[in-house]
């Protein structure tokens, strides 16, 4: 894998003249390694992945045509020092929002370099563009979701919970080809969908209930994410009402986004039907978010995402209405941004179903 050429890049940019990458998906990203711990180094003329013993044949496996380096008795300063005093470097770049600050004070009074130098976001961004070959990995893993939630119509019935109708999605991911859940599987029935990130709960699903089931898998690496509400039993005019609301709103962002807006621009055309309905107050969240090697990806649709979104970006479209002591709907597709409009990725049905 060659995306350690983007990272020279950053450093010309930056005048560094090394950096050491700590986020595991940025890891992943440039190098091809998977493993749980350790740090990409990258110089003008080196790009190595130091790690332990307990990931050494796995690193030699995932990032071809890399130095892979296995830390001894000094641990991870002394592989990183000899690696500096090598190739004489001054200013070392490091991932300050991914580091713990006792990780960066053991790395400031250990390595033997004169400036340790925050890199901000700029190996991150690397990411907000996806290749077609990424987006068809994302696109694999959403349609693993749709193959579920398929399933899952025949599955739930009253009488289940929340707890069980979760533990059924994740096992049928993998079972369906994931690797791993993306998060983990938000169910929220009644009431409780009220909450956008409520967590599963032992009760058990009534006639009457709105069931929102949000999650997502990883494949190859990349994540899928979606949403889909549905009814237990038949709904209630004011149900009907909160859902087809959402549903517009969902429908018109779909037809509007393309390359070129701002992520708020695009979130302002589903904020504006919910809250023109009435239920200004009761959508609390932004509209969506980018999806690729970790799950929140940045751009954002929200009020204040001041960033252009651009082709090849991946984005949820996730509108809901949340009503304390009444319940919630949220629906979500993830679409592939392009210059005309978007590609839609996820194709479950979106018609209230009620079983």
Do not use: W
Not at 57 to 68: H, L, N, S, T, V
Not at 141 to 161: Q, Y
Not at 293 to 306: G, K
């Amino acid at each position: 894998m060659d995306n350690y050429k983007k990272v020279q890049e950053i450093l010309h940019k930056l005048t560094l003249d090394a950096v050491l990458i700590s986020n595991g998906n940025n890891m992943y990203y440039v190098s091809g390694f998977a493993g749980e711990t350790g740090y990409v180094y990258v110089s003008a003329k080196r790009h190595a992945v130091i790690t332990d013993f307990r990931y050494t044949i796995q690193a030699e496996m995932e990032a071809e045509g890399y130095e892979i380096i296995t830390i001894g008795k000094g641990g991870y300063e002394e592989a990183i020092n000899e690696m500096l005093e090598e190739e004489q470097i001054n200013r070392l770049g490091f991932e300050a929002e991914d580091m713990l600050y006792a990780t960066y004070h053991k790395l400031k009074e250990r390595l033997r370099v004169n400036e340790l130098i925050p890199v901000g976001d700029e190996i991150t961004r690397l990411r907000r563009i996806k290749t077609p070959q990424e987006l068809e990995y994302i696109k694999r893993a959403e349609a693993i979701g749709d193959e579920v939630f398929t399933d899952m119509l025949d599955f739930i019935k009253p009488g289940r919970t929340e707890l069980e109708i979760a533990a059924r999605i994740e096992y049928l991911l993998k079972v369906k080809g994931a690797r791993k859940s993306s998060f983990p599987a938000i169910v929220a029935s009644g009431i409780n969908s009220s909450m956008p990130h409520a967590v599963p709960t032992q009760k058990k699903i009534e006639n009457g209930d709105f069931l929102t089931m949000d999650f997502g898998c990883v494949y190859e690496g990349y994540c899928s994410d979606m949403t889909r509400t549905i009814m237990i039993g038949k709904a209630s005019p004011k149900q009907k009402e909160v859902y087809d609301t959402v549903l517009k709103a969902q429908l018109a962002v779909l037809d509007f986004i393309k390359a070129g807006y701002i992520g708020k621009e695009v979130d302002r055309i589903a904020r504006d039907i919910i809250y023109g309905a009435g239920y200004e107050g009761c959508f609390g969240h932004g509209l969506g978010h980018s999806v690729g090697l970790f799950i929140h990806e940045s751009p954002r649709l929200s009020p204040s995402e001041d960033e252009v979104i651009l082709a090849g970006m991946t984005e949820t479209v996730e509108p809901g209405i949340y009503i304390k002591g009444f319940g919630g709907v949220r629906i979500e597709d993830l679409v592939a941004v392009t210059e005309t409009g978007c590609e839609n990725f996820t194709h479950s049905e979106k018609r209230l179903i009620e079983l």
